[in-house]
């Protein structure tokens, strides 16, 4: 049986205005000197700066407990860790482990991440045009991260070196668990296992306001041997994102995700539900999406790229899903911009075909079926591949799609993209796409429910 250790036997004391980050670090040390156990967190409100968890150690919250951070950046030393895609330095994570096995956060209590204070620093920062670090801690994370400085960053402000913390990661682990719980108020993206293996998500609660900036609720970061089971994610950004490196960088570190399992998730407010990218330079591969429901999300199942972050995305299946007043149930886009440099941008956004090398990103074998998607807001879909690296084999089986009668987004609002015009017809958008329509049923629709434009092959199968 695992030994447990409560906080309360090494001084931290409840109520959420004392700091008790000596006593939950002292449990922790206890449990590491006798080779793992449980650090208990009774019910109450406790109040804490970093955690980090080691081998065999499990981190319970009691039902009605809640872990609450502190909001000071200058409390979370840099450490060498992954961020929007590139390895560098960045903030300590507010509970961390890495290099641990065999590690987790359950229960039925709530670690809040105290984001606000973050959110609006990094609103002033967005508002002033800060283009470098000015605080002590940026200062601190720009001396250590040097060439790194100039990696575009995917919106969070890398250019700052405000390099938020997330709310729990996990950092070449093996073997991670988390049940029960809900995490909340996360400074940047909520729950990021990046490097790590064996990973169960059970049960869990996500929750962030929906315009915090960059808190995506889980970033599933060139890791293996993932499952993700009856999770609800209602958050600021992406809902469960998949990535693996982006640029030079992560084509070289050759890093996949790959062997993920999504299944019974609920996701409400969020950019998109189930994502791929735009972070993909590892590759992403054998992901499986069953049985899940979409609530007012953005778009649904959404794929984004676009060159200069490479990497091959295939074989995904996402079969059974349920949408309700998304913008757009599926988009595939590799014309993706947020983040990219103004400089950059005519490569980037060319409709013209460009050499096609390691930083190509391609796209491929990818099954929707069995999908049901009502009063959706923007258009029935956005799927745009390049020129130079059309989307290979894409299948649509038993889909029903219908536009809302009311209350309708731009066409445009389908994706973030640039460089390509926008069509005024709210059906199914197809560019530089192969890909099979077997039972595609759009309905609402004024013009025609798909629309192929350069660089198409599509493919409808007879039915008796």
């Not at 709530?110 to 606000?116: E, I, P, Q, R, S």
């Not at 994370?141 to 919106?155: E, F, I, V, W, Y």
């Not at 778009?299 to 676009?306: A, D, E, F, T, V």
Request: contains cysteine; charged residues 20%.
């Amino acid at each position: 049986m695992d030994s447990t250790f409560d906080i309360r036997n090494f001084g931290a004391t409840p109520g959420g205005a004392a700091d008790c980050s000596e006593a939950i670090a002292a449990a922790v040390e206890a449990a590491r000197r006798s080779a793992g156990g449980i650090i208990l967190v009774p019910a109450g409100t406790w109040l804490s700066g970093p955690i980090e968890l080691g081998d065999d150690m499990t981190l319970l919250l009691e039902k009605g407990a809640t872990l609450r951070f502190i909001d000071d950046p200058e409390r979370y030393d840099p450490v060498e860790t992954r961020w929007e895609g590139v390895s560098c330095y960045a903030m300590h994570p507010l509970v961390f482990a890495r290099g641990a096995k065999n590690v987790g956060i359950c229960g039925e209590g709530v670690l809040d991440g105290n984001g606000a204070s973050w959110w609006e620093a990094h609103r002033r920062k967005k508002a002033d045009r800060q283009s470098g670090p000015v605080a002590a801690i940026e200062r601190r994370l720009a001396a250590l991260n040097g060439a790194t400085l100039d990696q575009p960053s995917g919106g969070g402000g890398r250019e700052t070196q405000f390099l938020r913390p997330p709310l729990a990661q996990f950092l070449s682990c093996d073997g991670v668990t988390l049940r029960g719980v809900t995490l909340t108020n996360s400074p940047f993206w909520t729950l990021h296992p990046v490097f790590s293996t064996r990973i169960l998500i059970d049960n869990i609660r996500i929750q962030n306001p929906s315009d915090a900036p960059n808190t995506d609720g889980i970033d599933v970061d060139s890791c293996t041997d993932v499952r993700i089971v009856d999770t609800l994610v209602d958050v600021g950004d992406d809902c469960i994102a998949l990535k693996s490196g982006s640029g030079p960088r992560g084509v070289a570190e050759n890093r996949p995700t790959r062997n993920i399992s999504i299944s019974g998730c609920t996701f409400l407010s969020g950019h998109g539900g189930v994502v791929l990218g735009s972070e993909t330079a590892g590759g992403i591969e054998n992901v499986d999406v069953l049985n899940c429901r979409f609530i007012g999300t953005d778009r649904g199942i959404r794929m984004k790229s676009r060159r200069g972050r490479g990497g091959i995305v295939q074989n995904l299946s996402c079969r059974n899903l349920v949408m309700e007043r998304v913008l757009a149930p599926l988009t595939i886009n590799l014309y993706y911009n947020c983040g990219a440099r103004a400089e950059e941008a005519p490569a980037l956004f060319s409709e013209a075909a460009a050499p096609v090398t390691a930083l190509t990103p391609k796209f491929r074998n990818i099954t929707i079926a069995n999908l049901v998607a009502t009063d959706c807001r923007s258009s029935a879909g956005f799927v745009v591949g390049l020129p130079e690296s059309p989307i290979e084999n894409m299948r649509l089986e038993n889909c029903r799609i219908s536009i809302a009668a009311g209350d309708l987004a731009p066409v445009g609002h389908a994706e973030m993209y640039e460089g390509i015009a926008t069509p005024q017809e709210r059906g199914l958008r197809l560019r530089n796409a192969a890909c099979s329509l077997d039972g595609l049923i759009v309905e609402g629709c004024a013009g025609p429910a798909w629309r192929a434009e350069e660089g198409c092959a599509v493919f409808e199968p007879a039915r008796l």
